[in-house]
């Protein structure tokens, strides 16, 4: 856009086909099928302003998606723990979930290989997959599995440190932290 404000952009087009057959002795060794199709249009924006030669300010937008495991599909029951655990049953009426993602990030470079960054972050997912607990007939311990809830919303700050340590004789090494605050709600 100009010397000192870049504007990227662009989309992504994602065909999924899955396929997932179950049999098992719980369901008289007769085949359980699952199958998701999807085509999926992902844009992507990303605008980042030059503050100085050192800082940037970037503000991007994206969709990105997340599909069930085949073991989320698979209508068997499994343990979780060999002993005492939690059967875990698949869901072949899983679908994909849609991600909206918009972050604000402020990036300081103050030397080569050194960097500190603080960003804002909100995300709404729709249809996320989400484990849920059925309780059992027989008065054991309820049963695992998974469902698609109608929404779900995540938003934080982050903040990010990459500090070269030559300055006390450990030329070869860098630290690097990242510490997120976060919270979420389905």
């Known amino acids: 856009v100009s010397r000192s404000l870049r504007l990227l952009g662009g989309v992504r087009v994602e065909n999924s086909r899955i396929d997932v057959t179950t049999v098992s002795g719980e369901n ?3 085949p359980v099928a699952a199958r998701l199709r999807n085509t ?12 100085t030669s050192t800082q940037n300010l970037r503000l991007s937008a994206s969709q990105t998606l997340s599909r069930p495991e085949y073991r989320e599909l698979a209508e068997v029951g499994f343990l979780a723990e060999p002993i005492g655990g939690k059967r875990i049953y698949g869901n072949s009426h899983l679908q994909r979930s849609l991600i ?6 402020w990036e ?4 080569s290989g050194e960097a500190i960054s603080v960003a804002g972050f909100y995300k709404h997912f729709q249809r996320p997959i989400e484990r849920v607990l059925v309780q059992t007939s027989d008065g054991n311990a309820p049963d695992v599995t998974f469902q ?10 982050e903040l990010e440190l990459r500090k070269r ?4 004789g450990l030329s070869p090494f860098t630290i690097f932290t990242n510490a997120a605050l976060m919270r979420s709600r389905i």
């Open 108 to 111: 300081w470079y103050p030397r």
């Open 28 to 30: 008289g060794l007769r």
């Open 148 to 157: 698609n809830a109608r929404s779900a919303n995540n938003y934080g700050v």
């Open 40 to 51: 999926d249009l992902l844009p992507s924006l990303a605008l980042t302003a030059a503050l």
């Open 100 to 105: 909206q993602n918009l972050d604000l990030r």
């Open 165 to 168: 340590l030559d300055g006390i």
